[in-house]
Each structure stands twice: as structure tokens, then as C-alpha cells.
């Protein structure tokens, strides 16, 4: 099993690192529940397929060779509340061995 490390700054300011499994077949928003670090119900609501924006987060270190933004996720960040220029749904984020050392902060949640 191969494992990388992610940082995952909750909807508190709390940092949380965490192994990521690079061999399971995971989204970041998958890692960030099985961690539990938001509430049940209020992240990856409609599981996963870009189509609530409730995993959002902001990618704090833009180095890392994330995939494009394909074009759900980017409407669905354009109806979304709280963008910023590195916001990125959680669930459109594989983990891939490249993303050892990331960083990110999820979003605060929309009401």
C-alpha cells in the first residue's frame, strides 16, 4: 500500500494531517470523510459527482500537477458560494502520488 500525506485544514482553522491511499481508487473528498473531518451531511452530499459544491476547498500550495477542471466543476464553482481563484471541488481531486504534501482548507459551508 502506498500512502501520502495530505494537509487538511478543517471548517475550524484545525490542521489535520492525514494518509492519503494512493492504491484504493480515492477522491480528497472520499479521504476527508473517511477522516471525518466535517460533519456527516455536510460534504460530498451528492456523492461525489460535481453537482453540489459541498466539498469545496482551496488549494493552499498551487505547485502540485492537479487535473484540468473539467466543465461540471466549473459550472458548479460558478453557482457555488465562498469561490476563490484556487477553489476546487474535493471530489473531482484523485489521489495520486503527486499529490503527496498538499494542502488545502475546505471551504466554509453554504447555507
Do not use: W
Not at 23 to 38: G, K, P
Not at 49 to 72: D, G, K, T, V
Not at 96 to 103: A, I, M, R, Y
Request: charged share 25%; proline share 5%.
Amino acid at each position: 500500500m502506498s500512502d501520502i500525506k495530505v494537509t487538511i485544514i478543517d471548517r475550524e482553522g484545525e490542521a489535520h494531517i492525514v494518509d492519503a491511499p494512493t492504491d484504493m481508487n480515492m477522491n480528497l473528498m472520499e479521504v476527508i470523510r473517511s477522516y471525518e473531518l466535517a460533519p456527516e451531511g455536510t460534504i460530498g452530499i451528492c456523492g461525489g459527482m460535481a453537482m453540489c459544491a459541498s466539498c469545496q476547498c482551496y488549494i493552499l500550495n498551487l505547485e502540485h500537477m492537479l487535473p484540468e477542471q473539467s466543465f461540471e466543476e466549473e459550472d458548479m464553482l460558478d453557482q457555488a458560494f465562498f469561490v476563490e481563484d484556487n477553489s476546487r471541488l474535493s471530489c473531482q481531486i484523485p489521489i495520486t502520488e503527486d499529490l503527496d504534501g498538499l494542502e488545502v482548507k475546505l471551504a466554509p459551508e453554504s447555507t
